[in-house]
Antibody
Framework: EVQLVESGGGLAQPGGSLRLSCAAS????????MNWVRQAPGKGLEWISY????????YYADSVRGRFTISRDNAKNSLYLRMNSLRAEDTALYFC??????????????WGQGTLVTVSS | DIQMTQSPSSLSASVGDRVTITCRAS??????LNWYQQKPGKAPKLLMY???SLQSGVPSRFSGSGSGTDFTLTISSLQPEDFATYYC??????????FGQGTKLEIK
C-alpha cells in the first residue's frame, strides 16, 4: 500500500525556518517524481514545488522561489522541504504528492495527510 | 499563467441527483485536465485524469469530459459519500500546475 506521511510542521515566527519531511513507503520511491502542494486555511490547492526522481530537476512556484528548497534522499525514501524567510501567507497545510506522467499530462495520484505550518508572531 | 475557473463555487444536491461541475481554462489545455475530490480534513483524492480517464478504484458514477478550454465532471447518481469539495487541475503549463478554486458539493 502506498503511504506518504508528512512531518515537521508547527509554529514558526515570521522570518523563521522549518523543514518538512515526507516519508514514503509501499512503492519504489526512487522511480517517482514528487511534489509539494499546500492549502491555506479554508482555501484551495496550490502547487509549490517539484523534484524529479533522481533529484536533478527542480521547479518552484513564484510564491516560494528563493525561499523554499525541495530535496530528496532516495536511500531513505524521503522527501524534504526546507522553508526559510517564512511569511504569514505561508500558513497552510502542506501535502507531499506523488506525480505521474501520462503522455504530456501530469497528475498527483497519491497524497499524504498533510502537516500544518503556522507562521505567526 | 493558466487560470482555472470552476462553476459553481458551491452546489446543493440530494442523494440520487445527477450533478455536473464545470472547469474552464483561460487558454486551451488540450485534455491535460485532472479532477480531485477532497473531504474535510483529508488529503485530495484523484478521480479523473486526462479529462476523461477514471482512476482505478473510483466508482463508475463519476465521469469526465471536455477538451480545449471547457471541461465537466459528472456524478450520475449522488451517493452520501460524494459530498465533498472538487478541484480541477491543469498540467498543460508544466510545471506551473494550477488548480481551480474548488466546488463544494453539499447536501440539500
Amino acid at each position: 500500500e502506498v503511504q506518504l506521511v508528512e512531518s515537521g510542521g508547527g509554529l514558526a515566527q515570521p522570518g523563521g525556518s522549518l523543514r518538512l519531511s515526507c516519508a514514503a513507503s509501499g512503492f519504489p520511491f526512487s522511480n517517482f517524481e514528487m511534489n509539494w502542494v499546500r492549502q491555506a486555511p479554508g482555501k484551495g490547492l496550490e502547487w509549490i514545488s517539484y523534484i524529479s526522481s533522481g533529484g536533478d530537476t527542480i521547479y518552484y512556484a513564484d510564491s516560494v522561489r528563493g525561499r523554499f528548497t525541495i530535496s530528496r534522499d532516495n536511500a531513505k525514501n524521503s522527501l524534504y522541504l526546507r522553508m526559510n524567510s517564512l511569511r504569514a501567507e505561508d500558513t497552510a497545510l502542506y501535502f507531499c504528492a506523488r506525480g505521474i506522467v501520462a503522455g504530456r499530462n501530469y497528475y498527483f495520484d497519491y497524497w499524504g495527510q498533510g502537516t500544518l505550518v503556522t507562521v505567526s508572531s | 499563467d493558466i487560470q482555472m475557473t470552476q462553476s459553481p463555487s458551491s452546489l446543493s444536491a440530494s442523494v440520487g441527483d445527477r450533478v455536473t461541475i464545470t472547469c474552464r481554462a483561460s487558454q486551451s489545455i488540450s485534455n491535460f485536465l485532472n479532477w480531485y475530490q477532497q473531504k474535510p480534513g483529508k488529503a485530495p483524492k484523484l478521480l479523473m485524469y486526462g479529462a476523461s480517464s477514471l482512476q482505478s478504484g473510483v466508482p463508475s458514477r463519476f465521469s469526465g469530459s471536455g477538451s480545449g478550454t471547457d471541461f465537466t465532471l459528472t456524478i450520475s447518481s449522488l451517493q452520501p459519500e460524494d459530498f465533498a469539495t472538487y478541484y480541477c487541475q491543469q498540467s498543460y503549463s508544466t510545471p506551473l500546475y494550477t488548480f481551480g478554486q474548488g466546488t463544494k458539493l453539499e447536501i440539500k
